[in-house]
T-cell receptor, first 110, second 116 residues
Framework: GENVEQHPSTLSVQEGDSAVIKCTYS??????FPWYKQELGKGPQLIID?????GEKKDQRIAVTLNKTAKHFSLHITETQPEDSAVYFC?????????FGTGTRLQVFP | DTGVSQDPRHKITKRGQNVTFRCDPI?????LYWYRQTLGQGPEFLTY????????KSRLLSDRFSAERPKGSFSTLEIQRTEQGDSAMYLC??????????????FGSGTQLSVL
């Protein structure tokens, strides 16, 4: 079945620095790519998504880029803050459901 | 609160017992999903409903698992004869399917199951 590879598994940055998380996939039919943030003891929260007809989408300090030819998409967080610390999951659409990556634990140090 | 609601938040049970979880989706959402998440992993798809119809089940969903959405609103997930390997967070999500393509999925806070 479809697989999503997510890197890195952990990421530590200083407050104010940028963080980048990358995911790669194999199914060229995928056309929807959301990113979720999960805090301890909570369910995943949708933070941004992108559809295959655009290459980039931005929402304040968060942006997502998509390269359909290379089959990878990335989450960019600028000016990181301690409250950005969480586990981030990429996902993609596969026949009416989402397939998730293995997650990236982001730690932002003050 | 108009988000996805799951009950209970935590469940501890002994191996061999049956457990049932409930999910109340966002009220106007016609699709409801169940996912399972183990420590350090991403959510894994189990099954989903459109209204009351169960449209897909994962191979992860053994015959000990059964899900229902009898009136197209809330859903229940039952695990019979629980095993230690069933210990996980069970997540429910809902969405509004209106056309072609994938819609946004909104998750509840999950039910953490521990099988002793």
């Amino acid at each position: 079945g479809e697989n999503v590879e997510q890197h890195p598994s952990t990421l530590s940055v200083q407050e104010g620095d940028s963080a980048v998380i990358k995911c790669t996939y194999s199914d060229s039919a995928s056309n929807y790519f959301p990113w979720y943030k999960q805090e301890l003891g909570k369910g995943p929260q949708l933070i941004i998504d992108i559809r295959s007809n655009v290459g980039e989408k931005k929402d304040q300090r968060i942006a997502v880029t998509l390269n359909k030819t290379a089959k990878h998409f990335s989450l960019h967080i600028t000016e990181t803050q301690p409250e950005d610390s969480a586990v981030y999951f990429c996902a993609l659409h596969n026949t009416d459901k989402l397939i998730f990556g293995t997650g990236t634990r982001l730690q932002v140090f003050p | 609160d108009t988000g996805v609601s799951q009950d209970p938040r935590h469940k501890i049970t002994k191996r061999g017992q049956n457990v049932t979880f409930r999910c109340d989706p966002i009220s106007e959402h016609n699709r409801l999903y169940w996912y399972r998440q183990t420590l350090g992993q991403g959510p894994e798809f189990l099954t989903y409903f459109q209204n009351e119809a169960q449209l897909e089940k994962s191979r992860l969903l053994s015959d000990r698992f059964s899900a229902e959405r009898p009136k197209g609103s809330f859903s229940t997930l039952e695990i019979q004869r629980t095993e230690q390997g069933d210990s996980a967070m069970y997540l429910c999500a809902s969405s509004l399917k209106t056309g072609t393509g994938m819609e946004k999925l909104f998750f509840g806070s999950g039910t953490q199951l521990s099988v002793l």
